[in-house]
């Protein structure tokens, strides 16, 4: 992987042990980005769903059919943009109920029961698989092919590992930038410059819209008895990484709120064992 933005980042503005610690959260990921000019495609936005034989097409029952999302070649992506756990092959396919036909219904991080809204289905390599019309009163959005490239990833300043890493266990940003220590705020001016565009990913580190997505997750997962930065709030945020993430998208019609993006997240464990019926959704706008 030749993008190394992140580590020359800590390099150029973090004092050697911090950069150290901060270079050790970093992660690969797959920036998928629309193909032009005849080049591989390895995922595509909208257009028909592919599914095998026999599988019925994702709904929420009482509220209707998911919109297809995007669907994503394994066995295509670049291996050093993924971590070890990710499936070599098949192909996954994202669903979510954008609310085109119940404007009432949407799906929440916070509550599970809404999680049905969101799916990700995996195909195994060789099954026979049949495009498949999306249901007549769900207007399909238009296909859009998309390449891949390899990246490094930064984990959202306000996670837990991070505060640790550069402010010391337990303790939080101060309120006000102006009261940051002088030789981290460098590093803050740099970063936000730098961590400009969200786009759409496969795994690493989610680039989200308004804080940490993990801890939207993790709030979801532990229901109302927990509150937001206590103890089990944090734990429970670094047992969640990114499977992939889509934004807005002109090309292929899609809009999530006001130009926002949808985030999967999933436990390393179901990843592994290719459980991505135990995949979480949040949506920042």
């Known amino acids: 992987m030749t993008d190394k933005r992140y580590s020359r980042l800590a ?14 959260l970093l992660r690969p990921c797959v920036r998928l980005r629309r193909a032009v000019g005849g080049e591989q495609t390895v995922a595509t936005l909208g257009g028909k769903a592919r599914l095998p034989a026999g599988i019925g097409w994702p709904e929420w029952p009482g509220h209707g059919p998911l919109s297809f999302i995007a669907s994503v070649r394994c066995n295509e992506l670049p291996r050093e943009g993924l971590a070890d756990c990710f499936p070599q092959d098949g192909t996954l396919l994202f669903f979510y109920f954008d ?9 929440s991080a916070d509550d599970p029961d809404t999680w049905v809204g969101a799916q990700v289905l995996y ?21 859009v092919s998309l390449t891949a490239e390899t990246e490094q990833s930064a984990p959202d300043l306000w996670l837990p590992q991070v505060r640790g ?16 220590s002088a030789e ?19 795994g690493g580190h989610a680039v989200p819209v308004q804080g940490p997505v993990e801890y939207e997750i993790a709030h979801g997962a532990l229901g109302s008895m927990h509150a937001w930065g206590d103890r089990s709030h944090d734990q429970e945020a670094q047992r969640w990484v990114l499977l992939a993430q889509f934004d807005s998208d002109s090309d ?10 949808l985030y999967w997240l999933i436990r390393p ?16 706008c």
Do not use: C, S, Y
């Open 11 to 24: 390099a150029e503005h973090l004092p050697g042990d911090f950069a150290q610690r901060w270079t050790a």
């Open 99 to 107: 609310g085109r036909t119940d404007t009432d219904a949407f799906v």
């Open 123 to 143: 195909v195994p390599e060789n099954t026979p698989v049949f495009p498949t019309p999306a249901p007549p009163d769900l207007e399909p959005f238009p296909r």
């Open 165 to 180: 890493a550069l402010l010391g266990e337990g303790r939080d940003w101060p309120d006000h930038p102006r009261d940051t």
């Open 184 to 202: 981290l705020k460098p590093f803050l001016r740099a970063f936000g410059r730098l961590r400009t565009r969200t786009g759409h990913r496969i």
């Open 252 to 261: 292929a019609r899609m809009e999530w709120g006001d130009a926002g993006t």
């Open 269 to 284: 464990e179901d990843l592994t064992a290719h459980r991505f019926g135990r995949a979480g959704l949040t949506v920042q």
